[in-house]
Nanobody, 128 residues
Framework: VQLQASGGGLVQVGGSLRLSCAAS????????MGWFRRAPGKEREFVAA????????YYADSVKGRFTISRDNAKNTVNLQMNSLKPEDTADYYC??????????????????????WGQGTQVTVSS
């Protein structure tokens, strides 16, 4: 699976951005997908994830209620709608894919090691 993230940019506090991740490969629909981010000088952290069926989603507490993850298996895409952006959301955002075989519990969605495939980052900068 190859992943291509896009949609990052510069936005003011309170603004919105929509990140997209396009995946290659016919098996996209059987992969769980996640978004992670890495802020300057910080560790990579979990942002959001969605089950391969699209019927379960997971969010970091810091983005819950502001970000929405969705997927379109027919188009091989996963999106992250980000609203009410804050300066602390500034980071490089990465989409990731993991085979369902790698997930044995809900906690696995939050762990970067569960995801075998990663796209390049797309930069999000929130200015105050």
């Amino acid at each position: 699976v190859q992943l291509q993230a896009s949609g990052g940019g510069l936005v003011q506090v309170g603004g919105s951005l929509r990140l997209s991740c396009a995946a290659s490969g016919r098996v996209f629909g059987t992969y769980n997908m996640g978004w992670f981010r890495r802020a300057p000088g910080k560790e990579r952290e979990f942002v959001a994830a969605i089950r391969w069926t699209g019927n379960s989603t997971y969010y970091a507490d810091s983005v819950k209620g502001r970000f929405t993850i969705s997927r379109d298996n027919a188009k091989n895409t996963v999106n992250l709608q980000m609203n009410s952006l804050k300066p602390e959301d500034t980071a490089d955002y990465y989409c990731a894919a993991g085979s369902t075989r790698s997930f044995s519990s809900g906690s696995d969605y939050y762990t970067s090691a569960t995801y075998a495939y990663w796209g390049q980052g797309t930069q999000v900068t929130v200015s105050s």
